[in-house]
């Protein structure tokens, strides 16, 4: 399959015709195509990753499969998702993980890579198999406990030290189980106002300072999960400046909302950890801008309506992400001027495939390299709406509020998943991974 995108503007403001041939972009002067894109006024972007998405699957598949959150991230510009852990059974053995990645492969629409538990079960008492893992077919670089901490600092030393030798990361959720019980929002003001429980930003930020003085200790690379806070920020600063191996996420949602939308008692903005202070956001803002937070993750966390429409006590953490990523980064960085288009592509492309050790993204849209490619129209503005929502479940916080930017066309190794903001069907999507495959 040959396919040219026609004028498409770089992520460096140039204009470029792109050329893709047999799943890699080759010279675009070295003749014609099958299938022309037109990308007049459009923007490409190097095919999105995301290092921290939940697809549910094996377990949970009534909020979302491998299948329906491949379909999410594709139209949400994605052609790469690291995939959580906390699945059922957990993905801390080899069968697991070769059975999501398998699943990924079979569906097409983007690349799985499934992250390994830490500990046996996410239960936090002993290692998972984790040199299984690395060496199963899944080739497992990125391991975490995401929904739960490793709190057990040797625990924590054991897996750093033990993922250094084979140069996989561990990525950390940080939150002291102690200092949140009871927690339901932030704590602060607000939470002393609506009479919930309190999640003090000092559960994250005490996590992450023994985190990177053990990283330090044992000279292993960590990875910070949707840092939140402020003071979290001020101890990631501090680490780089020691060089320290640390790299961090924030997520889109903590660089838009804060904690005043929680006064609407609607379980769509319940999350883990909780929204912030605007301080919080615009210090996160500030870090993503000067580097001290490497990366943009989703944390996409597809719940059924049961576990989000109920009383605010009883709802489930998390928000659907993969569809309204790039609008709202496009939001909250670059069109607020923080943050140019060459710079979405290292937080949301390049950056997290260095760090999760995903081959094929070093050198974005460059010859030779495998073509994975995001073609958005940034002068877009609409009303983010249901039928923006491809995966199972709908709990978004952004249905309803109008968001800038617009996902036109993925292509993922070469072959479309998403054309004129459609998604091809299941099947064409399967018989081209196939083909690329060969
Ligand atoms: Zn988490």
Redesign the pocket.
Same mark, same amino acid.
């Given at each position: 399959m040959s396919i040219r995108i026609q004028g498409a503007r770089l992520p460096d403001g140039t204009r470029s015709d792109l050329l893709i041939e047999d799943g890699v972009f080759v010279d675009a002067l070295s003749g014609p195509a099958e299938r022309t894109i037109d990308a007049d006024g459009l923007t490409a972007l190097p095919g999105l990753v995301d290092l921290?998405t939940h697809l549910r699957e094996p377990g949970s598949e009534q909020s979302e499969t491998v299948l329906t959150g491949s379909r999410a991230a594709a139209i949400g510009g994605f052609t790469a998702v690291f995939a959580m852990a906390n699945t059922m059974p957990v993905q801390d053995t080899a069968g697991v993980v070769e059975q999501v990645l398998s699943l990924g492969e079979r569906h097409g629409y983007v690349t799985v890579r499934p992250i390994g538990a830490v500990t046996a079960g996410l239960a936090g008492e002993r290692l998972s198999e984790i040199g299984a893992m690395a060496q199963s077919r899944a080739r497992v670089r990125v391991f975490s406990d /995401?929904?739960q901490c490793v709190s057990d600092p040797l625990l924590m030393r054991r897996a750093l030290e033990y993922v250094t030798t084979f140069g996989g990361v561990v990525a950390q *959720?940080s939150?002291d189980p102690r200092l949140t019980v009871g927690a339901q929002m932030n704590e602060g003001a607000v939470s002393s106002e609506l009479g919930l429980g309190g999640w003090p930003s000092v559960a994250e930020e005490s996590i992450i300072a023994r985190d990177v003085l053990l990283a330090q200790h044992v000279g292993a690379r960590l990875h910070v999960? *949707?840092v939140s806070t402020a003071g979290s920020v001020e101890v990631i600063r501090w680490a780089k400046a020691r060089g320290i191996a640390v790299t961090a996420e924030a997520t889109p949602h903590h660089l838009l909302l804060t904690e005043e939308l929680v006064r609407s008692y609607d379980a769509r903005y319940k999350v883990?950890?909780p929204l912030r202070r605007d301080e919080d956001v615009i210090a996160l803002r500030e870090a993503l801008a000067d580097g001290t937070i490497d990366i943009v993750a989703t /944390?996409h966390a597809p719940h059924p309506h049961e576990a989000k429409e109920c009383a605010w006590d009883e709802a489930a953490n998390g928000m659907v992400g993969l569809e309204s990523a790039l609008p709202v980064v496009q939001a909250a960085m670059v069109d607020t001027g923080l943050l140019s288009w060459a710079d979405v592509a290292r937080v949301l492309s390049t950056t997290p495939a260095r760090i999760g050790l995903l081959d094929g993204y070093d050198r974005p849209l460059g010859l030779g390299a495998p073509a994975h490619v995001t073609l958005i129209d940034p002068s877009a503005n609409r009303e983010f709406a249901l039928s923006d929502l491809r995966g199972k479940s709908t709990n978004s916080p952004y249905l309803g509020r109008r968001l800038p930017g617009r996902i036109v066309t993925t292509i993922h190794h070469g072959y479309p998943t998403v054309l004129d903001g459609e998604l091809l069907d299941a099947t064409t999507v399967a018989a081209s991974a196939e083909a690329a495959r060969g």
């Open positions: 921290h /995401d929904g *959720h939150q999960c *949707h883990n950890p /944390d």
